[in-house]
C-alpha cells in the first residue's frame, strides 16, 4: 500500500503499529504542518460493529480534555471506513517502552501515579475505558508523560450487564479482563473493572508477565474468575544470570558468591506494591479500590518513601479509599443453601460415579426446579453456576416461555439452542468441524427436521435434504428421538451442558411433551 496516497491532505511517513484489525501511521496534516497518528481499520469492508467502535472512540474521546488522554483532531471518511487522526506528542506504547528497558522502581511508581489521575479524570466524567492495558499506554521516552488511548469500548453506562459469550468475541483483551467482564460472574460491570486491568498492567510491569500464563482462552477466563496469581516475589532471573557470568568471569568468585546470593535471596517487589497489586486484582469489585484517588495515595506514599529512604516500608493500603458514589454490593445473601445445591447437582452431573460394569462414567443428568414468587431472585441464583461450568468448559444456555406466545411450540429450546449455535458459530474452523461431524453422525439423514427449529444450525452443518414425510404420531416421535440424540452431542463429560428454562408455568404442551418423553433431555 503507498503510504502518500492513504489519505488526502495527510502525509504519512511511517507506520507505527499494525495489528489483526487496525493499522496506525505517523504523519503530518499538510494544510498546517501539523504532525499526526493517523488509525485506520485494515479490512476494505468491516462490519457494522468495527464501524461503531471506531466511531466510538473519537465521539468519547473528543469530549473529554485531560492532558493524559490522546486528543482527536477529526474523523475522516476514507473508502468505506473512518480514518481517526489524532495528536503526535511522539510516545511510544508502554508494551514497547518496557521490553527496551526494565523500568526502575521510581519510574514505575510515577507511570503508576499518573494512570491513577487519568482514571480518576475518566471516571469524574462517568467513563468505563474496559480495555486498559500497556499496549493503549503511550509514554514520552523522553518527558515521561503518559496517555491512554483507544476508547473504542469504552462506555459512558454508569452500569453494563455482560452477557455469556465465546471468549474470543468477549469485548476487551483477556489476558487484562475482569472477572465481571467474562459475563460469567453474576455480576454488572462498573468503573472498578478498570482498576481490575490496572492491577494486570500494574503486575506485568513489575514482573515482567502477566499474572497467568495461558494460550487457552476458556482457561485464561477461569484463572481470571477463580485463580489468585503467585504472589510475585519475583526474581529477574535473566539479570542474575547476567550477573553471575559477569563476575565470576573477572574472578571475584568469593565475592560474587555473597553479593549473588544477597541478590537472589531479596524481594524485587516491595511488599506493599504486592498488596497494592492484588487489592486491584480482587475477584469481587467491592474488594478493590473503590477510587481512584484512594489508589494515587498509596503509590504517592510509596514514592515519598523510596526518594527520602531509598526503600519502601509495608504500611496499610487503602486508608484513603473513600467511593464518591452510592454502589450496592452484588453479593447474594441468604441464598447459600439452594446455590449450593445447584452446585452439588452440577457437579454429579459434570463428574458422574463410575459404571458398576466398568464400563466408564455414567451419564449424569438432573432436573432442578427452582420455585419463588416474581422478582425474588431466582435468576440470581441461577446465575451463580456459571462458575463452576466454566471450570468444566461446559456451556449454558437459556431460554424463556413466554404466556403471550404459547402457540409457538418448544420455543425456549428453541431461545436456547440459538444462542448455543450462535456460541459454536464464534469457535475456531477446526472446532467448528468437528461439531458438524458430531451433529451429523447424531441426526445422519434427517438434518433438516432440526434445522427447521433451529435455523443457525444450518450454517454449521450445511443445507440438508427434505426429511422423509410421516403421519399422525409419526412426526412428533421422529422429532423427540432426533432432538435427544441433537442434545445428547452437547452433553459430554468433557462439555457438560446446563439449560435454563425460564418462566416454565408458561410452557406449551408440545414443551412439556418433550421434556415428559426423556428425562434425560434435561
Given at each position: 500500500?503507498?503510504?502518500i496516497?492513504?489519505?488526502?491532505?495527510?502525509?504519512l511517513?511511517e507506520?507505527?503499529?499494525?495489528?489483526?484489525?487496525?493499522?496506525?501511521?505517523?504523519?503530518?496534516?499538510?494544510?498546517?504542518?501539523?504532525?499526526?497518528?493517523?488509525?485506520l481499520?485494515?479490512?476494505d469492508?468491516?462490519?457494522?460493529?468495527?464501524l461503531l467502535?471506531?466511531r466510538?472512540?473519537?465521539?468519547?474521546?473528543?469530549n473529554?480534555?485531560?492532558p493524559?488522554?490522546?486528543?482527536?483532531?477529526?474523523l475522516?471518511t476514507?473508502r468505506?471506513?473512518y480514518?481517526l487522526v489524532?495528536?503526535?506528542?511522539?510516545g511510544?506504547?508502554?508494551?514497547?517502552?518496557?521490553?527496551?528497558?526494565p523500568?526502575a522502581?521510581t519510574?514505575?511508581l510515577?507511570?503508576?501515579?499518573?494512570?491513577?489521575?487519568i482514571?480518576?479524570?475518566?471516571?469524574?466524567?462517568?467513563?468505563?475505558?474496559?480495555?486498559?492495558?500497556?499496549?493503549?499506554?503511550?509514554?514520552h521516552?523522553?518527558t515521561?508523560q503518559?496517555?491512554?488511548?483507544d476508547?473504542?469500548?469504552a462506555?459512558?453506562l454508569?452500569k453494563?450487564?455482560?452477557e455469556?459469550?465465546?471468549?474470543?468475541v468477549l469485548e476487551g483483551?483477556?489476558?487484562?479482563?475482569?472477572p465481571?467482564?467474562?459475563g460469567?460472574?453474576?455480576?454488572?460491570?462498573?468503573y472498578?473493572?478498570d482498576?481490575?486491568?490496572?492491577g494486570?498492567?500494574?503486575f506485568?510491569?513489575?514482573?515482567?508477565?502477566?499474572p497467568?500464563?495461558t494460550?487457552d482462552?476458556?482457561?485464561?477466563?477461569?484463572c481470571?474468575?477463580?485463580?489468585q496469581?503467585?504472589?510475585?516475589?519475583?526474581?529477574n532471573?535473566a539479570?542474575y544470570e547476567t550477573l553471575r557470568?559477569?563476575?565470576?568471569s573477572?574472578g571475584v568468585?568469593?565475592?560474587?558468591?555473597?553479593?549473588l546470593?544477597?541478590?537472589?535471596?531479596?524481594?524485587?517487589?516491595p511488599?506493599?506494591?504486592?498488596d497494592?497489586?492484588?487489592?486491584?486484582?480482587?475477584?469481587?469489585?467491592e474488594?478493590?479500590y473503590q477510587?481512584?484517588?484512594?489508589?494515587?495515595?498509596d503509590?504517592?506514599?510509596?514514592?515519598e518513601q523510596?526518594n527520602?529512604?531509598?526503600?519502601?516500608k509495608?504500611?496499610?493500603?487503602?486508608?484513603?479509599?473513600?467511593?464518591?458514589?452510592?454502589?450496592?454490593?452484588?453479593?447474594?445473601y441468604?441464598r447459600?443453601?439452594?446455590?449450593q445445591?445447584?452446585?452439588?447437582?452440577?457437579e454429579?452431573?459434570?463428574?458422574?460415579?463410575?459404571s458398576p460394569?466398568?464400563?466408564?462414567g455414567l451419564?449424569?443428568?438432573?432436573?432442578?426446579?427452582?420455585?419463588?414468587f416474581s422478582?425474588?431472585?431466582?435468576?440470581?441464583?441461577?446465575n451463580?453456576?456459571?462458575?463452576?461450568i466454566?471450570?468444566q468448559?461446559?456451556?449454558?444456555?437459556?431460554?424463556?416461555?413466554?404466556?403471550?406466545?404459547?402457540?409457538?411450540?418448544f420455543s425456549?429450546f428453541?431461545q436456547a439452542?440459538?444462542?448455543?449455535?450462535?456460541?459454536?458459530?464464534?469457535?475456531?474452523?477446526?472446532?467448528?468441524h468437528?461439531?458438524?461431524?458430531?451433529?451429523?453422525e447424531?441426526?445422519?439423514?434427517n438434518?433438516?427436521?432440526?434445522i427447521?427449529?433451529?435455523?443457525?444450525?444450518e450454517?454449521?452443518?450445511?443445507?440438508q435434504?427434505?426429511?422423509?414425510k410421516?403421519s399422525?404420531?409419526g412426526?412428533?416421535?421422529?422429532?423427540n428421538?432426533?432432538?435427544?440424540?441433537f442434545?445428547?452431542?452437547f452433553?459430554t463429560?468433557e462439555?457438560?451442558?446446563v439449560?435454563f428454562?425460564d418462566d416454565?408455568?408458561?410452557?406449551d404442551?408440545?414443551?412439556?411433551k418433550?421434556?415428559?418423553?426423556?428425562?434425560?433431555?434435561?
Amino acid at each position: 500500500m503507498d503510504a502518500i496516497a492513504i489519505i488526502p491532505r495527510y502525509q504519512l511517513i511511517e507506520k507505527l503499529y499494525a495489528g489483526s484489525r487496525t493499522v496506525v501511521y505517523r504523519g503530518i496534516r499538510e494544510v498546517d504542518q501539523l504532525g499526526v497518528v493517523v488509525k485506520l481499520l485494515q479490512r476494505d469492508y468491516p462490519t457494522f460493529s468495527e464501524l461503531l467502535q471506531f466511531r466510538n472512540q473519537y465521539t468519547i474521546a473528543k469530549n473529554l480534555d485531560s492532558p493524559g488522554i490522546i486528543r482527536p483532531y477529526s474523523l475522516e471518511t476514507y473508502r468505506n471506513s473512518y480514518a481517526l487522526v489524532m495528536e503526535d506528542f511522539g510516545g511510544t506504547s508502554l508494551r514497547d517502552y518496557v521490553q527496551n528497558q526494565p523500568l526502575a522502581s521510581t519510574e514505575f511508581l510515577e507511570i503508576a501515579i499518573q494512570l491513577a489521575d487519568i482514571l480518576n479524570y475518566l471516571h469524574h466524567h462517568q467513563i468505563i475505558h474496559k480495555d486498559i492495558k500497556p499496549a493503549n499506554i503511550l509514554i514520552h521516552p523522553e518527558t515521561k508523560q503518559v496517555k491512554i488511548i483507544d476508547f473504542s469500548i469504552a462506555s459512558l453506562l454508569p452500569k453494563e450487564t455482560q452477557e455469556i459469550k465465546n471468549p474470543n468475541v468477549l469485548e476487551g483483551t483477556l489476558a487484562y479482563l475482569a472477572p465481571e467482564q467474562t459475563g460469567r460472574m453474576n455480576r454488572g460491570i462498573d468503573y472498578r473493572a478498570d482498576f481490575y486491568a490496572l492491577g494486570v498492567t500494574f503486575f506485568e510491569l513489575l514482573t515482567g508477565q502477566l499474572p497467568f500464563l495461558t494460550d487457552d482462552p476458556m482457561e485464561l477466563l477461569h484463572c481470571h474468575i477463580a485463580k489468585q496469581p503467585d504472589q510475585f516475589k519475583i526474581k529477574n532471573d535473566a539479570l542474575y544470570e547476567t550477573l553471575r557470568v559477569a563476575c565470576f568471569s573477572e574472578g571475584v568468585r568469593g565475592l560474587a558468591n555473597a553479593a549473588l546470593t544477597t541478590f537472589k535471596n531479596e524481594e524485587t517487589v516491595p511488599q506493599v506494591l504486592c498488596d497494592i497489586v492484588m487489592k486491584l486484582m480482587a475477584k469481587n469489585a467491592e474488594d478493590r479500590y473503590q477510587s481512584a484517588l484512594g489508589l494515587k495515595y498509596d503509590l504517592q506514599t510509596c514514592l515519598e518513601q523510596l526518594n527520602f529512604t531509598d526503600k519502601i516500608k509495608t504500611f496499610k493500603i487503602a486508608t484513603r479509599d473513600v467511593c464518591d458514589r452510592f454502589l450496592l454490593r452484588e453479593k447474594l445473601y441468604g441464598r447459600e443453601n439452594e446455590v449450593q445445591q445447584l452446585l452439588a447437582a452440577f457437579e454429579r452431573v459434570a463428574n458422574p460415579p463410575e459404571s458398576p460394569l466398568g464400563k466408564g462414567g455414567l451419564r449424569g443428568v438432573e432436573l432442578m426446579l427452582v420455585a419463588g414468587f416474581s422478582g425474588i431472585g431466582k435468576t440470581a441464583v441461577v446465575n451463580e453456576v456459571h462458575k463452576p461450568i466454566l471450570k468444566q468448559r461446559g456451556y449454558f444456555i437459556k431460554g424463556k416461555f413466554d404466556q403471550f406466545n404459547r402457540n409457538i411450540p418448544f420455543s425456549a429450546f428453541v431461545q436456547a439452542f440459538r444462542n448455543l449455535m450462535m456460541q459454536l458459530l464464534t469457535e475456531s474452523d477446526q472446532q467448528l468441524h468437528q461439531w458438524k461431524t458430531s451433529i451429523l453422525e447424531a441426526v445422519g439423514e434427517n438434518g433438516q427436521v432440526i434445522i427447521e427449529v433451529i435455523p443457525e444450525l444450518e450454517i454449521i452443518i450445511g443445507q440438508q435434504l427434505p426429511a422423509p414425510k410421516l403421519s399422525g404420531n409419526g412426526v412428533q416421535n421422529r422429532f423427540n428421538l432426533l432432538f435427544q440424540k441433537f442434545v445428547e452431542v452437547f452433553t459430554t463429560k468433557e462439555h457438560p451442558l446446563v439449560m435454563f428454562l425460564d418462566d416454565l408455568q408458561w410452557a406449551d404442551s408440545a414443551s412439556l411433551k418433550l421434556m415428559r418423553f426423556k428425562s434425560n433431555l434435561i
